[in-house]
Nanobody, 123 residues
Framework: VQLQASGGGSVQAGDSLRLSCAASGRTYDSNAMPWFRRVPGDERAFVAGLARNGRVTDYLDSVKGRFVVSRDNAKNTMYLQMNNLKPEDTAVYYC?????????????????WGQGTLVTVSS
């Protein structure tokens, strides 16, 4: 599976962005798909994710109520709608995938990664 993340940018606090992650290749291997983020000096941290059927979702506590993860299997694309952005959301965001359907919060569990897209939120 090849993943291509896009949609990052520089915004003000309170603004919204929508990230996209387009999958190609062996897309049937992308059963569990999360978003991670990383700030300089830290490890990648789980943000949100969902299973292929879209019914199982999981969110980092600090983004609950602000971020919504979704996927369009017909387009092989996953989205992260980010609302009411805060400066602490500033990071490089990565999408990932693995063949196992269950989500985990550990980046080592994922086989496939996108290249990352930078989100910068200023106050």
């Amino acid at each position: 599976v090849q993943l291509q993340a896009s949609g990052g940018g520089s915004v003000q606090a309170g603004d919204s962005l929508r990230l996209s992650c387009a999958a190609s290749g062996r897309t049937y291997d992308s059963n569990a798909m999360p978003w991670f983020r990383r700030v300089p000096g830290d490890e990648r941290a789980f943000v949100a994710g969902l299973a292929r059927n879209g019914r199982v979702t999981d969110y980092l506590d600090s983004v609950k109520g602000r971020f919504v993860v979704s996927r369009d299997n017909a387009k092989n694309t996953m989205y992260l709608q980010m609302n009411n952005l805060k400066p602490e959301d500033t990071a490089v965001y990565y999408c990932a995938a693995r063949t196992v359907m269950f989500l985990t919060h550990a980046d080592k569990d994922y086989n496939y990664w996108g290249q990352g897209t930078l989100v910068t939120v200023s106050s």
